[in-house]
């Protein structure tokens, strides 16, 4: 299985990106997949989760209402459409395929 992030970068308070995460070597639509995020020195934060169907989406107060999860299973992308930028959203952002398969993650910077 393999996740490759992407769509990081350097934005101001208030901007906007949008990451996406490919995955090959599974049948995509058959697993919930999640964004998750660290900043340096915290924990692992579980930011958003799709599930397979799309049905069914989870997302953290601290960025409900700022970013939107969503995925197409025909190519089989994972994406995080991310608003209202803050300098907390700061982080490393990973996708996940619970328990164990990450990608290499996306740097993501916010400044005021």
């Known amino acids: 299985v393999q996740l490759q992030a992407s769509g990081g970068g350097s934005v101001h308070t208030g901007g906007s990106l949008n990451l996406a995460c490919a995955a090959s070597?599974?049948?995509?639509?058959?697993?919930?997949i999640a964004w998750i995020r660290q900043a340096p020195g915290t924990e692992r934060e579980v930011i958003s989760c799709?599930?397979?169907?799309?049905?069914?989406?989870y997302n953290a107060e601290s960025v409900k209402g700022r970013f939107t999860i969503s995925r197409d299973n025909v190519k089989r992308t994972l994406y995080l459409q991310m608003d209202s930028l803050k300098p907390e959203d700061t982080a490393v952002y990973y996708c996940?395929?619970?328990?164990?398969?990450w990608g290499p993650g996306t740097q993501v910077t916010v400044s005021s």
């Open positions: 996940h395929r619970p328990p164990n398969n």
């Open positions: 799709i599930s397979g169907s799309s049905r069914t989406q």
């Open positions: 070597g599974l049948t995509f639509d058959d697993y919930a």
